[in-house]
Structure formats: C-alpha cells, structure tokens
Nanobody, 119 residues
Framework: QVQLVESGGGLVQPGGSLRLSCAASGSGFNFFSMAWYRQGPGKQRELVAQVKDDGSTNYRDSVKGRFTISRDKAKNTVNLQMNSLKPEDTAVYYC?????????????WGQGTQVTVSS
C-alpha cells in the first residue's frame, strides 16, 4: 500500500508562484511514474505534468514554460513549481502515482490540494 500526501496549495495573485509537493510513503514499492492532475470547477480532471522513472517529463501545453515537475528520488517526493500563475490555473490539484509492487502496477491518488489564482 502506498500513500500520497500533498502540500503547498493556497491563494496567490495572478503572476505569482506556488510550489506543490507530494510525498509517497509505504513499503515494497518501486517508482514507475508520478504526475499532477487538476480539476477546475465544472471541468474534467486533466493531466498537468508527469515524470517517469527515466526522468523524462511531459506537460500539458497550457503550462509549458511556466510549470516544472521534479522528482527527489531519495525522499520519494515529486514537486510542481508553478510560476506565472493565471486565474485559469485555479483548480484542485491531485498527485498521482503509479508504482510497481511485485511486478504489478498500481495507481494511487492523493487527497487533493486547492490552488486559487485571484486578485
């Protein structure tokens, strides 16, 4: 079993920055990929950024150049640095992790953290 705990959400003005963190805890798991999703009011959940075990990353177009996902292998943590935030970035952000446990891939979700971009 793996638990994902997020932190770092909050209220920020347009153009500001926030850093989200997600820590994975448990035992017997190997990292496959981790990602951040978001769900805005009345919208479907969408992928924001993903990092894979080989270090490769991918981002949705609307956040490219503004958001950066990074992984701390030693701490089993993934961070999302969000710069130049826009009101349309307002959403609940969810951490997602896919882990190899005894050669089977399992998917886990965090509880979500609110990010509000408003003046």
């Amino acid at each position: 079993q793996v638990q994902l705990v997020e932190s770092g959400g909050g209220l920020v003005q347009p153009g500001g920055s926030l850093r989200l963190s997600c820590a994975a805890s448990g035992s017997g798991f190997n990292f496959f990929s981790m990602a951040w999703y978001r769900q805005g009011p009345g919208k479907q959940r969408e992928l924001v950024a993903q990092v894979k075990d080989d270090g490769s990353t991918n981002y949705r177009d609307s956040v490219k150049g503004r958001f950066t996902i990074s992984r701390d292998k030693a701490k089993n943590t993934v961070n999302l640095q969000m710069n130049s935030l826009k009101p349309e970035d307002t959403a609940v952000y969810y951490c997602n992790g896919i882990f190899d446990i005894t050669s089977i891939l399992y998917e886990y979700w965090g509880q979500g953290t609110q990010v509000t971009v408003s003046s």
